[in-house]
């Protein structure tokens, strides 16, 4: 939509669809619309408007609401239940003795109403009205999508909108996915010696190089723990083959990111590089929103989670940079070549010893 103004009282311009299945009504609505230069869209009846929906962008509705096919009523329900279509706002064309009509269109979710006959400044201020409702919508979008693309990989930034409804509040939900962290070994002993701003500088490139590696596999970044990531693949979208792109974005952390990362350490001059330890779980896991209105942030929580928690200190004890349950391996379309099994081993809260594999640096 194009919200250019033109002057004080003026319409904006933007793609009108007017229904009605009167051919004067809608020519001189139409002619009306083009005037102050919109980009108009008709349609002679219900069936018709949604028909136009399905295949064309539009910014308002003007919806008669007496129509032989389907009313006025019910094209007005059908949009409303539709994610897809709830959000454009709708203005009821109907006659001034019609106002109980007006009443119940307006609960059923209608922005306003028009007036038979049409008054070009009412015409004009209702349109107006509705495309200021639309930019705010788009606006409102765009801050969410920019949300989400945080955090998600683009590809399913969409499917995530189309979920929540538009909105930054996805629901819980129960569903299996795999879960990874990981720590960059002894960058608390760097804290402490290094100047504040290289401190920051260092900790948001490899947050940057880390991250990148967990959405470019189709992972979510749930949270950033000081120098630890958390990730979670299946979630908040499911897929089918989580655990393999748990272990994709691990190997390419560990082999190709890490060191170009530590190349880049030595080349500044910064210091000597750093060592990361990865623990990878699958298994149920509770997938939602948590927090306020004030502050909200998309989790995933649950046994699954504190296991890949607990798998990745384990990594501080073996000649492995990169631990694997027994639960992801399992997950896995095909075992990669480069598992290697480690040993059993207890992990806190699990009252029987479990079986972890190993991935070497390469």
């Keep these: 939509m194009g919200a250019r103004g033109k002057g004080a009282g003026l ?20 002619k009306s619309l083009e005037r102050d230069e919109h980009d108009v869209h008709v349609a002679d009846g219900g069936k018709a408007c949604l028909d136009v929906l399905a295949t064309t962008g539009v910014d308002v509705v003007l919806l008669d609401i007496l129509m032989p096919d389907l009313d006025g009523f019910e094209v007005l329900r059908r949009m409303k ?26 609960e059923l979710g209608a922005e306003d109403f028009l007036p038979k006959p049409f008054d070009p400044v009412i015409l004009r201020a209702r349109v107006n009205a ?18 989400f693309a945080r955090f998600l990989p683009e590809p399913v930034v969409d499917e995530v909108l189309a979920r929540s409804g538009g909105t930054l509040r996805l629901g819980a939900e129960r569903m299996v996915g795999t879960v990874m962290f990981t720590d960059l070994r002894s ?36 949270d950033y723990m000081g120098d630890g990531i958390m ?38 001059g910064i210091c000597g590089g750093f060592r990361m330890g990865i623990g990878i779980n699958t298994g149920p896991v509770m997938s939602g929103n948590v927090g306020s209105e004030r502050r909200l942030e998309y989790t995933v929580i649950g046994d699954t989670v504190n296991t890949a928690s607990r798998i990745e200190s384990l990594t501080k004890e073996v000649p492995f940079p990169v631990l694997v349950s027994d639960e992801s391996r399992a997950a896995m379309r095909s075992t990669p070549d ?8 207890e992990i806190r809260g699990k009252q029987l010893r479990s079986k972890l594999w190993g991935l070497a640096a390469g």
């Design 187 to 222: 960058f608390t002993t760097f804290a402490e010696r290094a100047e504040a701003d290289q401190v920051i500088e260092v900790l948001n490139r490899y947050l940057g190089d880390m991250g990148g590696a967990v959405l470019d596999h189709g992972g979510t970044l749930v």
């Design 231 to 268: 990730a979670a693949f299946g979630a908040p979208i499911p897929i089918d083959d989580h655990a393999d792109r748990a272990m994709d974005s691990a190997r390419e952390i560990l082999r190709v990111r890490l060191p170009a990362f530590n190349r880049w350490l030595v080349d500044t």
């Design 81 to 106: 239940n539709d994610p897809t279509l709830r959000h454009i706002p709708v203005v009821m064309i109907s006659g001034l003795e019609d106002i109980e009509s007006v009443v119940r269109c307006i």
């Design 338 to 345: 480069d598992l290697v099994y480690v040993d059993e081993f």
């Design 130 to 147: 509705g495309l200021d409702r639309m930019r705010l919508y788009e606006l409102e979008r765009d801050r969410v999508r920019d949300v």
């Design 11 to 30: 319409a904006r311009t933007g793609r009108i669809l007017v229904v009605d299945d009167d051919p004067l009504n809608r020519k001189l609505l139409a």
